[in-house]
């Protein structure tokens, strides 16, 4: 699915979200599962959403996880916490070039999940390929997520390669508002619940 270019930075407080962008925590977010939380959309549909959240790093590696799998056993990748759905899920977000049976693409080349088997021979041939393996998900039901849009809680924003697997998570939120510019750049400051300025 190709990359879209990001609308104006107006619109981002208005856009309608769709499968592959980011869902960006507005400071209205209060949420302790999604306070300032960055969220890949995966799917999006009127059956309901889910995506990932990209910047809650654990502090835990692949291989700490104890899997029989040889995709995991040996890889000392940190380990995401991808929302509060099956918390003990792993999920595997991938840019391998390859095509992964049973992985479903999200967005500029960037897969979800797929074959175990394929996906570790693609990560052996191309061992500098963008990985991000993530515990859990984030999921809403059919027509929570517009809800939560309506009053304000999420910011919608294009998702860039760089952005999903961006290795420092921890500024993932602040940078992401920012780069938007305008109006939405000055979220970035505001504390959780702009009621408490």
Known sequence: MPARDGPPAADALHRQPRKGDLLVAS????D???????VLLCEHNDDGTFG??????????VADLG?????????????????????TELQVLHRTGSEIPGAMAVVDGVAFGGDPDVLHAAFASSP?????????????GPGQLGAEMS??????????????????SETLWRRVLRAEGGEVAGLADLPPDPSWN
């Open 128 to 140: 500098d390929a963008p990985i991000r393996f993530v515990l859990g998900y984030a999921g809403w």
């Open 32 to 38: 302790p599962n999604f306070m300032h939380a960055v």
């Open 52 to 61: 990932l959240i990209l910047n809650r790093r654990l502090d835990i590696a």
């Open 151 to 168: 009053e304000r809680s999420w910011i919608v924003v294009s998702a860039t390669v760089k952005r999903i697997f961006d290795p420092n």
């Open 27 to 30: 400071p209205r977010m209060l």
């Open 67 to 87: 899997s029989d799998l040889e995709l995991l056993n040996s890889r000392k990748d940190p380990v995401f916490a991808g929302g509060p759905v099956q918390p």
